[in-house]
C-alpha cells in the first residue's frame, strides 16, 4: 500500500484539485449507471445536462474507478459481467462475464479486484486488471455489499445487508475472514466509511435509520448517530471535517462531524426525493446524488445544502461516479479515493 501523505489523515491526498497525471486530461463527467433502464446516463457536470447514454449488462449498480483510475467499471449485477468505461472518452468498451458483480473493491496494493457477490455471499478476489479470478473468499452472512479499508490496508470491513444484519472483518493479504460483529436485531447496514485519523468506521444502516461508530481496531460498537429515514450512502467532504449521510426514504443529508461525532446539519431536498450513491465533485464543493427511486440526479451544493438542480436520467440510478476524482489511487466503490 502507498504510504499516507498524512499518517493522522487517510484522505489528505484528496483534496480540492489533487488530480493523479492519469486523470488530469479526462473530461469531467458524472456517470450514472440506471438500475431498472440497464444503460449509463452521461452528464455534464458544468451545464447540468445529459449529453450521452448507452446500453450495459442487465441491473449495472455502481459506476467504479478502477485502481490506476484509468478505467471506469460498471457492474452489471443481474448480468453477471463487468462493462468497461474509458474515461477519455466516455464510451464504453467490451463487457467482461463476471459472476454477480453488485459491488466491485480493490486491494491497497493494487494488485486484486474485490467483487462483491452479493447475493452468493462471497467475495471474489480478481486480477485488477483482466478480472481473472484469483480466489473466492465466502462470508458468514447474507447480502455483503459494501466495504472499506483500515488505515494501513492489512484488512476490510464488509457489511452484510440482509438476516442478521453482520459486519466481517477480513484479512486482506491472507484473503481469509477473521472476524464478526453482530448488530441488533433489524439492523441492515450498507456503506462504510472509515474515518480521517483511521480510528473509526462509520457504517449506515438503512432500517435503523442512523450510522453506526465502529471501534476499527477492536472492532466493536462505540455508538450510533440517528440520521434520518433509511440512511444509505457516506461520503467525506475534501477537507476531512465532515461526514455526508444520504438519507434514501427521507430525502435528505445528514452532515456528521468528525471531531464531534454527531450530526450538525441537515440538508432537505425540497419536495422529497430518495438521495443515494454518490460522490463529492473534485473541488470539493458539489454532492452528486443518484435519485434511486425518482429517475433523476441531485447535484447539492456542500457550502449551504442548497439543491442546485435535478436532473433526469433513466430508471433506477444507483451508484453515481463523479469523474475525475482527487486522489493518488482507487480503493473502489462509487469515490472511495486515498
Known sequence: ??????????????RPGMLAPAVKHFPARVYVPNSE????SV????????????????NPQHVVPSYDLKTLWVDNDQGNSLTPINPATGKPGRTIPVSDPYNLYFTPDGRYAIVVAERLARLDFRDAHTMRL?????????????????????????????????????????????????????????????????????????????????DARKLRRRGFIPTGAAAHGLYPSLDSR?????????????????SARKVVRKWRIPGGGSPDMGGVSPDGKVLWLGGRFDAVVYAISTRNGRLLTRIPVGSGPHGVCVYPLSGRYSLGHTDNMR
Open 1 to 14: 500500500m502507498p504510504p499516507l501523505v498524512d499518517p493522522s489523515d487517510v484522505y489528505a491526498a484528496t
Open 37 to 40: 433502464s440497464d444503460t449509463v
Open 43 to 58: 452528464i455534464n457536470p458544468r451545464t447540468f445536462r445529459v449529453i450521452d447514454q448507452f446500453p450495459v449488462g442487465i
Open 134 to 214: 484469483h480466489r473466492s473468499v465466502p462470508v458468514p452472512c447474507e447480502g455483503p455489499n459494501h466495504m472499506d479499508f483500515s488505515a494501513d490496508g492489512r484488512y476490510l470491513l464488509a457489511s452484510c445487508e440482509f438476516g442478521d444484519g453482520r459486519l466481517v472483518k477480513v484479512d486482506v493479504r491472507r484473503e481469509k475472514v477473521v472476524g464478526t460483529l453482530g448488530l441488533p436485531p433489524g439492523a441492515s447496514p450498507q456503506d462504510v466509511r472509515l474515518s480521517p485519523d483511521g480510528k473509526i468506521f462509520y457504517v449506515a444502516d438503512l432500517e435503523l435509520d442512523g450510522v453506526w461508530v465502529i
Open 242 to 258: 465532515y461526514l455526508y449521510v444520504s438519507n434514501r426514504d427521507e430525502g435528505s443529508v445528514s452532515v456528521i462531524s468528525f
